[in-house]
């Protein structure tokens, strides 16, 4: 599986908040890290079919983004995903699942599956609105891996987190990696350091770094700081 991106591009008007990126992206964890403004979320949603593209394509094994066999491949955490407080976590998923097509049966296993997977089992039957912040992001998780997708794309999960739950999510996205394309946009360092196969930089719409990440370096903080400038963190 692999995701094609080709001189990808979206202005406003006179502002280029993308410029012409060109990406290509294999299974495992790509962080994509820059600070708040570099363009990131926009690209994120172009990636997800959410907005379209001023110029460019995206591709995920020749399929285009703005096909159904795309969407059916996606799996998608926004940085503030919708939500209904008086559902239950269980009813949530249950929920979104039937939009997704799947069958009763096999909403009610794949739900108590992902449950289980992001620690929600034991609170399933509690309405969402009694949650924390880091339980809801979980549920967040939970309801992109519903269709079991090859493509996950995850926007800023830890904004807002302390920093139990951060690293409770950080684990929690390491596990997701062996088989699926997860890309991982964050302006916090620690947040893919220790985690990514691939980094990837951002800065002013435009990728200023691309390669292969190794876990036991040391030196991501120094390189985003040569990057830019001490901006952000």
């Not at 080709?6 to 990406?23: E, G, P």
């Not at 399929?63 to 976590?89: C, H, K, M, N, W």
């Not at 939970?142 to 999510?169: H, M, S, Y």
Request: hydrophobic share 40%; charged share 25%; with cysteine.
């Amino acid at each position: 599986m692999e995701l094609i991106v080709r001189d990808l591009t979206k202005q406003y008007k006179d502002k280029l908040v993308v410029d012409h990126v060109s990406l290509q992206l294999a299974e495992g964890i790509n962080g994509l890290l820059g600070a708040n403004g570099a363009g990131k979320t926009t690209i994120m949603r172009m990636l997800c079919g959410v907005l379209k593209p001023t110029a460019g394509t995206i591709s995920l094994d020749g399929i285009d983004v703005s096909s159904e066999d795309y969407r059916a491949l996606l799996g998608y955490l926004p940085q503030e995903f919708g939500y209904y407080p008086d559902f239950t976590g269980e009813d949530f998923l249950l929920y979104l699942a039937a939009l997704k097509g799947l069958t009763r049966s096999h909403a009610k296993r794949r739900a108590m599956e992902l449950l289980e997977l992001v620690g929600l089992a034991d609170v399933r039957t509690k309405k969402i609105k009694t949650w924390s912040g880091g339980m809801r992001q979980r549920l967040g998780i939970a309801q992109a891996l519903l269709n079991d997708p090859r493509l996950l794309i995850v926007d800023e999960p830890t904004a807002g987190l302390d920093p139990k739950e951060r690293v409770r999510f950080r684990k929690l996205i390491a596990g997701l990696g062996n088989d699926t394309i997860i890309l991982l946009s964050t302006h916090i360092v620690a947040d893919v350091e220790q985690i990514a196969d691939h980094m990837l930089m951002m800065a002013s719409g435009r990728i200023v770094l691309d390669e292969p990440w190794n876990k036991e370096r040391a030196d991501l903080e120094q390189l985003y700081l040569e990057k830019f400038g001490g901006e952000g963190a």
